[in-house]
């Protein structure tokens, strides 16, 4: 006896085993499929013959894996374009993080230690953030690649950010952290570890989304 | 049976000018345009996928996850802004290639 959830699920095996393991591309597949199944079989066809036409066309598990691994990758699609207010909020984010640990920092002033910690900082921030941003721009697959960059970068920075803290100010750190100046330090390095993540994150939740949403509901309101 | 490079080349217009109509998934797609070219212009099923998915990276249409009348879930495609530019230039250039073809035709006939 022909049992048409057992086929379906063996195919799906069938298409993880020749790797396509994407979960969005397998389930839209195994959608479309049944689909076709319902559809032949509403023309009168046996349910056995149903799924395999709608199998065969379907295509080859292999073929289907090049065609969706071409998707993944933007090296050779000169078509492929990021999109612009991608870019631009990536670029307001990294500017106003950058303008704000320099204007924030009142110490910058007046010590030359804190030049010495404001720079590599900064150097390190650029460095990483926009390297991101480089990396993103490059090899622009999905949005988790930024996503990964932009998390890689906010680690990267942390650490820095927390070496120069120690080598700088070796034995009262934590005070310094604290205390220093007349402004206290953590006024700077909270909006400081806000703004980072705020930068890298502009582009890729969207803040149009954000204020579209407000509207919406001030609109409802 | 129209040649398979013709048939990934006219991939592209032909769900963005489907979708100009209204949003629509995937298996109505493919229905819709065997039905327009009376079965001559036929996809393999699973190879829409990855053209949409492509369509989509580039900015061209969006999708979303919806449900059918019946209760089945489905992925829904519209078309974006690019997309509706991209249209109008494959219009455009298919227009184009298809003045010069049918003036050369008529030409062998004069």
Same mark, same amino acid.
């Given at each position: 006896m022909?049992?048409?959830?057992?086929?379906?699920a063996?195919?799906?095996?069938?298409?993880?085993?020749? *790797?396509?393991?994407?979960?969005?591309?397998?389930?839209?597949?195994?959608?479309?499929?049944?689909?076709?199944?319902?559809?032949?079989?509403?023309?009168?066809?046996?349910?056995?013959q149903?799924?395999?036409?709608?199998?065969?066309?379907?295509?080859?598990?292999?073929?289907?894996? *090049?065609?969706?691994?071409?998707?993944?990758?933007?090296?050779g699609?000169?078509?492929?374009?990021?999109?612009?207010?991608?870019v631009?909020?990536?670029?307001?984010?990294?500017?106003?993080?950058?303008?704000?640990?320099? #204007?924030?920092d009142?110490?910058?002033?007046?010590?030359?230690?804190?030049?010495?910690?404001?720079?590599?900082?900064?150097?390190?921030?650029?460095?990483?953030?926009?390297?991101?941003?480089?990396? *993103?721009?490059?090899?622009?697959?999905?949005?988790?690649?930024?996503f990964?960059?932009?998390?890689?970068?906010?680690?990267?920075?942390?650490?820095?950010?927390?070496l120069?803290?120690?080598?700088?100010?070796?034995?009262? #750190?934590?005070?310094?952290?604290?205390?220093?100046?007349?402004?206290?330090?953590?006024?700077f390095?909270?909006?400081?570890?806000?703004?980072?993540?705020?930068?890298?994150?502009?582009?890729?939740?969207d803040?149009?989304?954000?204020?579209?949403?407000?509207?919406?509901?001030?609109?409802?309101? | 049976?129209i040649?398979?490079e013709?048939?990934?080349?006219?991939?592209?217009p032909?769900?963005?000018?489907l %979708?100009?109509?209204?949003?629509?998934?995937?298996?109505?797609?493919?229905?819709?345009?065997?039905?327009?070219?009376?079965?001559?212009?036929?996809?393999?099923?699973?190879?829409?996928?990855?053209? %949409?998915?492509?369509m989509?990276?580039?900015?061209?249409?969006?999708?979303?996850w919806?449900?059918?009348?019946?209760?089945?879930?489905?992925?829904?495609y519209?078309?974006?802004?690019?997309g509706?530019?991209?249209?109008?230039?494959?219009?455009?250039?298919?227009?184009?290639?298809?003045?010069?073809?049918?003036?050369?035709?008529?030409?062998?006939?004069?």
């Amino acid at each position: 006896m022909f049992d048409i959830e057992k086929s379906i699920a063996d195919w799906r095996r069938q298409m993880l085993a020749a *790797g396509l393991k994407t979960p969005v591309p397998l389930e839209e597949l195994e959608i479309h499929l049944r689909e076709e199944i319902e559809g032949q079989m509403e023309t009168g066809a046996h349910p056995q013959q149903a799924f395999e036409n709608s199998v065969r066309e379907m295509g080859q598990a292999d073929a289907l894996k *090049g065609e969706f691994k071409k998707v993944g990758g933007t090296q050779g699609d000169p078509q492929r374009v990021l999109p612009r207010w991608r870019v631009f909020w990536w670029g307001v984010g990294g500017l106003v993080v950058t303008w704000f640990s320099s #204007w924030a920092d009142p110490i910058v002033l007046h010590q030359t230690a804190s030049w010495n910690y404001w720079l590599p900082t900064n150097v390190a921030f650029a460095t990483f953030a926009f390297s991101g941003l480089v990396i *993103g721009l490059a090899r622009w697959q999905t949005k988790w690649t930024f996503f990964w960059v932009s998390i890689l970068g906010l680690i990267g920075t942390t650490i820095v950010d927390s070496l120069c803290l120690y080598v700088f100010h070796r034995g009262d #750190w934590v005070s310094t952290f604290l205390q220093r100046g007349h402004i206290p330090w953590v006024a700077f390095y909270l909006p400081w570890t806000i703004l980072i993540p705020t930068g890298f994150f502009g582009g890729l939740f969207d803040y149009r989304l954000w204020v579209r949403k407000w509207i919406f509901r001030r609109k409802l309101a | 049976m129209i040649r398979k490079e013709l048939v990934a080349a006219s991939a592209e217009p032909l769900i963005l000018s489907l %979708l100009a109509k209204g949003e629509s998934y995937g298996y109505a797609i493919i229905q819709d345009i065997k039905a327009r070219s009376n079965g001559k212009l036929n996809w393999t099923d699973g190879m829409l996928y990855p053209v %949409l998915h492509r369509m989509e990276h580039r900015g061209l249409i969006k999708s979303h996850w919806g449900q059918s009348e019946t209760g089945r879930k489905r992925k829904y495609y519209s078309l974006e802004k690019n997309g509706k530019t991209a249209m109008a230039k494959h219009h455009e250039q298919w227009s184009l290639v298809h003045s010069v073809l049918a003036g050369l035709e008529k030409e062998q006939y004069v």
